[in-house]
């Protein structure tokens, strides 16, 4: 039973341009957001996060967005550089991101030159 | 800074074996989780705990205990080590947000 789905298990784009990375979610119970971003051989670090009330968050070229009515979030980079390039997992929880998190499988980003 | 310590990067052990993963916070955190990430799977969680002496199951438990008898340290002991635990194990601690350690590489041969 999977709970936090992303479908797409790599995407490629070019430097500069968009990267939008997709996750779907089953569980209604869920209330906080959360993309982190994984290198090889190092623990996942925090990239942002939403909460259920808001639709839209931004950090610098990190946006994320939550549409609730299809439980559905996605991640846009903009513009995508070379360093972006890892993979992205999606995470949820019921509470805040205190608590215990369910991951996406990952989304491995490639930006190329 | 808040730093979250595994203490081995990479661990080889064998089957049948009772393998201790250590971590440890130095922030004073209350929560603490043990996952595991392996390739096409994500991260799954296994244990985690809200307090001292405090543990709780994950999604995936079965074959694995915990240990919290001081806040800093969260320990994950495979009971009887198999070749299907083989994996990626992180730990995390959580206030404010997580912090992940860096991950420890566990090959049960």
């Known amino acids: 039973d999977q709970q936090v789905k992303q479908n797409s298990p790599s995407l490629s784009v070019q430097e500069g341009r968009i990267s939008i990375l997709n996750c779907d979610y089953t569980?209604?119970?869920?209330?906080?957001f959360l993309w982190y971003k994984k290198y090889p051989a190092e623990g996942p670090t925090f990239l942002i996060s939403?909460?259920?009330?808001?639709d839209k968050n931004e950090d610098g070229r990190f946006t994320v967005f939550l549409n609730k009515s299809a439980k559905h979030l996605s991640l846009h980079i903009v513009p995508s550089q070379p360093g972006d390039s890892a993979v992205y997992f999606c995470?949820?929880?019921?509470?805040?991101?205190?608590?215990?998190?369910?991951f996406g499988k990952g989304t491995l980003l490639t930006v190329n030159p | 800074d808040v730093k979250v310590t595994q203490s081995s990067r990479y661990l080889v052990k064998r089957t049948g074996e009772k393998v201790f993963l250590e971590c440890v916070q130095d922030?004073?955190?209350?929560?603490m989780f043990w996952y595991r990430q392996d390739p096409g799977l994500g991260l799954r969680l296994i244990y985690f705990?809200?307090?001292?002496?405090?543990?709780e199951k994950g999604d995936i438990p079965e074959g694995y205990s915990v240990s919290r008898e001081k806040k800093e340290r969260f320990s994950l002991i495979l009971e009887s080590a198999s070749t299907n635990q083989t994996s990626m194990y992180l730990c995390?601690?959580?206030?404010?947000?997580?912090?992940f350690g860096s991950g420890t590489r566990l090959t049960v041969v």
């Open positions: 705990s809200y307090d001292v002496k405090m543990k």
């Open positions: 995470a949820a929880s019921v509470g805040g991101s205190n608590y215990k998190l369910t």
């Open positions: 939403i909460s259920s009330i808001k």
């Open positions: 922030m004073d955190h209350e929560n």
């Open positions: 569980n209604s119970m869920f209330d906080y």
């Open positions: 995390a601690s959580a206030q404010g947000g997580y912090t």
